[in-house]
């Protein structure tokens, strides 16, 4: 499978992230400012995600659910990377905020991005 292939699905719609912490304790966010830059990388504008950041820097696995109003979609298994600066954030800076878009928790600008591959995706139907 693609990532392109579930642009419609994914590029700037809500989508839930479940990260797992040190202790195995599980977190599950929803990120909105998400955008496929390649076959089987996307990458997420973090605005408020403290726990999913954190979790990520001592454990990198995660999984990604997108769906549409008829609950149709993906589960996306992967691997992240956090980061503060760089190509990443300046993809998300640009795409998500390029216009002087405020966040609803009244960010202007992200507070890092998160990169994410792709190592298997499963779809829902």
């Keep these: 499978m693609n990532l392109f292939d579930y642009k419609d699905l994914i590029d700037g719609k809500p989508i839930h992230i479940a990260t797992v912490n040190k202790e195995n304790n599980p977190n599950l966010a ?3 400012d998400v955008k496929i830059i390649d076959n089987n990388k996307l990458v997420i504008s973090v605005n ?3 726990n999913t950041q954190e979790n ?3 454990n990198p696995n995660v999984v ?3 769906f549409d109003q ?3 979609g993906l589960r ?3 691997t992240a990377e956090y980061f503060e600066t760089g190509e990443y954030y300046d993809i998300c800076q640009k795409t998500f905020f390029g216009n002087g878009e405020i966040s609803p928790f009244g960010a202007t600008k992200p507070k890092g991005a998160i ?11």
């Design 30 to 32: 929803v990120a909105s």
């Design 48 to 50: 408020e995600m403290i």
């Design 56 to 58: 990520i820097k001592s």
């Design 64 to 66: 990604i659910t997108a």
């Design 70 to 72: 008829d609950y149709k």
């Design 76 to 78: 996306i298994f992967g």
């Design 115 to 125: 990169l994410v591959t792709i190592k298997n995706m499963a779809k829902y139907v």
